[in-house]
């Protein structure tokens, strides 16, 4: 089946700064690659995603880059904001019914 | 309504105890799907439904664990025997159908036992 790793656990930045988070996963098959934001005691919410068939993806100050070839996908946040604290989760799914995810990434967004 | 719904929000239980675990999806959806989520940990996928139908359960733990849905909405969970292990965060997700990603998550049941 798919496995997700996502690096790094936790990550630490200035307001105002870049946060790169990146995932690697293993099923070549795998098509869909969203990214979920899980604010402290609140659901899991979908803020992008991106499937096979493209490289990157913007939406304002969010991106996502795909390599398909070294199976590995990155987001992007720009200009970071103290509400971009969160713990971030990456996703893979070939099936479109069984999302796989990463371990997660808790964001820290310091004044 | 306006969200996924799940309830209860916290539930603690005896060792060796049965549980029930409810989740209403946003009407309309016909997917659903449960994912349990352990302190420090990814969400791990526990089955999906489509429409009444399971056709993957492969994530269930063990068979201590099952799950149903009925009318094509309300969902429960069900957990036989409870042991330690079990504790965490038990979260559902509806999405339109199958095929579109899209998972809209509820709030979950933090799940303890004791």
């Known amino acids: 089946g798919e496995n997700v790793e996502q690096h790094p656990s936790t990550l630490s930045v200035q307001e105002g700064d870049s946060a790169v988070i990146k995932c690697t996963y293993s099923d070549s098959a795998s098509n869909y690659f969203p990214w979920y934001k899980q604010e402290l005691g609140k659901r899991p919410q979908l803020i992008i995603d991106?499937?096979?068939?493209?490289g990157e993806k913007k939406d304002q100050r969010i991106a996502v880059t795909l390599n398909k070839t070294a199976k590995h996908f990155s987001l992007h946040i720009t200009e970071t904001q103290p509400e971009d604290s969160a713990v971030y989760f990456c996703a893979a799914s070939y099936t479109a019914s069984k999302l796989t995810f990463g371990t997660g990434t808790r964001l820290q967004v310091t004044l | 309504g306006a969200g996924v719904s799940q309830s209860p929000s916290n539930k603690v239980t005896e060792k060796g105890k049965d549980v029930e675990l409810r989740c209403d999806p946003i009407?309309?959806?016909?997917?659903l799907y449960w994912y349990r989520q352990s302190l420090g940990q990814g969400l791990e996928f526990l089955i999906y439904?489509?429409?009444?139908?399971?056709?993957?359960k492969s994530g269930l733990p063990s068979d201590r664990f099952s799950a149903e849905r009925t009318g094509g909405s309300v969902s429960t969970l069900t957990i036989q025997r409870t042991q330690q292990e079990d504790s965490a965060v038990y979260l559902c997700?509806?999405?339109?159908?199958?095929?579109?990603?899209?998972?809209?998550f509820g709030s979950g049941t933090q799940l303890s036992v004791l």
């Open positions: 997700a509806s999405s339109l159908e199958v095929g579109n990603e899209k998972l809209f």
């Open positions: 991106i499937r096979s068939n493209v």
């Open positions: 439904f489509q429409g009444n139908s399971a056709p993957d």
């Open positions: 009407s309309g959806h016909t997917a």
